[in-house]
């Protein structure tokens, strides 16, 4: 292994940033490398800590689309990565997944996380402990020569152009966050958009809707009708995809070794026709 990089220092933890979007300061993006990186010891220090059963969200994304993918006798070998944040989902995918995994963010930060720890097969980062205290977290990005080409680039979501197509796409807690949620999910039923005919596109989100980010009337649902984020989205997809995967996948961010935010996000897994 290469010596690992320092992606966030401990003092940087406490500088007040003034950062556009907050998933850019270096305090989020220390809770997004632990999410994604880091172990059941890292996170929790107890196995035996009431949360422990949340660890492993980005493997446990990744084996959730292997396994549809089995099932469904589609051969992965290019998936992209939509929303991939400091890229744990990617990485999780180049595992399986046979020549190219491509993660794309709106976030530079996050990107350029992403792409040190692939470049040196990990990093080591602070994370906040309480008070003015941090502990270094150091992690490991496992390599291969055989594997797939692994690269991140910044992009929009909503906003997606490639050359060719890819036989896998996951959006992972993407939609609730984007300006249009809707447009966003139109590009992958498009015949020349970056999913193709036959392919698998994951959808995971917990539904937690802001006007920081997207206008309520571009929410996914209706209060006038009782239709939930989940139903809607099923509506939306079904005339150009076939449902094979339905979970929920539970995970968290860490903030402070007594604070945790939980959620629970609504996984589905679509075969486009």
Known sequence: MKNPP??????ELFLNEIAEDHYETSRDLSKYLLMHYGSLEDVFESPHHPLAFAHGYPERISRILQSAALDKGVT???????GC???????????WVGTLVRGVDASARSIDMATMLTQNEGGTFGVVQQGPYTEYV????????????????????CDLHY???FDAVILSNVLDRVAHPGECLRQFDADDGPLRRGGLLLIACPWSWYPDYSRPEEWFGSARDE???EDDLKARMS????????SDQPAVLRQNPREYDYFNAHVTVWEKL
């Open 6 to 11: 320092v992606l966030i220092k401990g003092d």
């Open 76 to 82: 992965v070998s290019r998936a992209l990565d939509v």
């Open 85 to 95: 944040s400091v890229g744990g989902i990617a990485h999780a995918l180049s595992r």
């Open 138 to 157: 150091s992690v490991r990005v496992s390599g291969s020569e055989s594997g797939p080409e692994v690269g991140f680039e910044v992009g929009d979501a």
């Open 163 to 165: 050359e060719e197509q």
């Open 227 to 229: 239709i939930t984020s």
């Open 239 to 246: 005339g150009g995809f076939t449902m094979v995967h339905e």
